[in-house]
Nanobody, 120 residues
Framework: QVQLVESGGGEVQPGGSLRLSCVASGFPFSNRAMSWYRQAPGKDRELVASISAGRTTNYADFVRGRFTISRDNAKNMVALEMNSLKPEDAAVYFC??????????????WGQGTQVTVSS
């Protein structure tokens, strides 16, 4: 079965950095698009960044220039490097996988999420 396990969440001060990791199993990772979403309390889940099997990336406007998504196919891992974190970035961050090599519509598989807190 497909499993996505996130790690790296925690509490940082505004302006700080975190690196989230997601280790995947149960599917051909290298052939699938991967994404990071986030959801703050009382708000909708929103796309943060995605990366295709060919390593084409896209970012939400609110993280562009601050966050970087990458993948290491040898480790079945997708990472989200988050810099210059703002209080508005606080949320549960979810790793997600698509059945396709690129992202179209909603992801098909989700991790359990990892909490990111940004506070002073």
């Amino acid at each position: 079965q497909v499993q996505l396990v996130e790690s790296g969440g925690g509490e940082v001060q505004p302006g700080g950095s975190l690196r989230l990791s997601c280790v995947a199993s149960g599917f051909p990772f290298s052939n699938r698009a991967m994404s990071w979403y986030r959801q703050a309390p009382g708000k909708d889940r929103e796309l943060v960044a995605s990366i295709s099997a060919g390593r084409t990336t896209n970012y939400a406007d609110f993280v562009r220039g601050r966050f970087t998504i990458s993948r290491d196919n040898a480790k079945n891992m997708v990472a989200l490097e988050m810099n210059s974190l703002k209080p508005e970035d606080a949320a549960v961050y979810f790793c997600a996988a698509s059945r396709l090599a690129y992202t179209i519509g909603r992801p098909d598989y989700w991790g359990q999420g990892t909490q990111v807190t940004v506070s002073s």
